[in-house]
């Protein structure tokens, strides 16, 4: 690797860490079955997990704790969120809490998705807007995806302009957990969840029942 690739290679490490590098990062898992009819069925029941968001703090292993508001901050026991609901996500350890808002929901007969980004906790929109309760900047976006195609299932989660919120009044008081949590633990644990996630909504692993 020559100087200059050296040097770009660590400026675009310091940009990220700085906030001002955005990153897109995308995590997917795919099943085939036996036959059509099998994955047609197979699709519903993948519906169900994708839109079940209280369910996936059940994923065996290390796993985040995922919650539903409205956006009253009631917290919400429906098995469908709907656009403008909040996610509470909690992180493995001392960590603080993390909030995104639903900002779209699709559905149609081989496709499902829904797309959040990182916003204030429920309530605050208005009071305390330009601070977002998330590691990464309000524009930033997860999309978690299912679809089929034949005999196969997929699932996607689609991170676009993945930046580091610690600039401006964005990031309150939480700059440097912001950093830590985006440059350092999460890109880690990041790809741990995503690929459990993809992996639960296409069977490949499940949820012990009680």
Known sequence: MGIKNIFNK??????TIEGKEKKDKIFTSLKKFKTEEIAIMEFERSK?????????????????????????????QATKPSKGDYIYINLPGPLPEN???????????????????????????????DE???????????TFRINREGDTLFAYEIGKNEGI????????NREWIN???AGGGWMGFQKIQWEKLTDYLV?????EEN
Do not use: C
């Not at 977002?132 to 976006?141: G, K, L, N, R, V």
């Not at 919120?165 to 309150?172: I, S, V, W």
């Open 179 to 181: 950093t830590l949590i």
């Open 203 to 207: 069977h490949e692993i499940e949820i």
């Open 99 to 129: 909030w995104v808002t639903i900002v779209a929901l699709e559905e149609q007969e081989n496709f499902a998705e829904f797309i959040v980004s990182p916003s204030p906790k429920p309530q605050a929109r208005g009071k305390e807007k």
């Open 10 to 15: 660590l400026k675009k490490g310091k940009e």
């Open 48 to 76: 169900k997990k994708l839109f079940d968001v209280n369910r996936w703090s059940d994923m065996p292993g290390i796993t985040s704790t995922f919650k539903l508001y409205n956006w009253k901050g009631e917290e919400l």
């Open 165 to 172: 919120n610690n600039q401006g009044t964005e990031a309150a």
């Open 132 to 142: 977002i309760e998330h590691f990464f900047i309000d524009e930033a976006t997860s």
